[in-house]
């Protein structure tokens, strides 16, 4: 089966920055629109950011528009989310996901990860 494998998690204090990585652990992400999720304690999964195949459509949550970048590197393998300025209700695992198309919901999304863990300190 193919799965994503995210690291780049961490304690991390407010104000300042991390970056998440993923990589297919068979398969190559060019083919797939890619997505993070995330969901923090008593919460749903939420969406984050996905980008298309190309590398030139993106979409952010409201939430962490302006602050997190989403982008695609496929020379190696690999999707990136860069957190800038983080906050506290930052806290959550995040997730990454392939998707055939570009959509908001995680329905559209299989071959999840099993997530990295972002905690922020206040």
């Known amino acids: 089966q193919v799965k994503m494998i995210e690291a780049g998690g961490g304690l991390i204090q407010t104000g300042k920055s991390l970056t998440l990585s993923c990589k297919p652990s068979?398969?190559?992400?060019?083919?797939?629109?890619m997505g993070w999720f995330r969901q923090a304690p008593g919460k749903e999964r939420e969406f984050v950011a996905t980008?298309?195949?190309?590398?030139?459509?993106?979409y952010y949550a409201d939430s962490v528009k302006g602050r997190f970048t989403i982008s695609r590197d496929d020379a190696k393998n690999t999707v990136y989310l860069q957190l800038d300025n983080l906050k506290p209700e930052d806290t959550a695992r995040y997730y990454c996901?392939?998707?055939?198309?570009?959509?908001?919901?995680?329905?559209?999304?299989?071959?999840w990860g099993q997530g990295t863990q972002v905690t922020v300190s206040p």
């Open positions: 068979g398969d190559t992400i060019d083919n797939y629109v």
């Open positions: 996901a392939t998707a055939n198309y570009v959509d908001v919901s995680e329905l559209a999304y299989d071959n």
């Open positions: 980008i298309d195949r190309r590398g030139e459509i993106t």
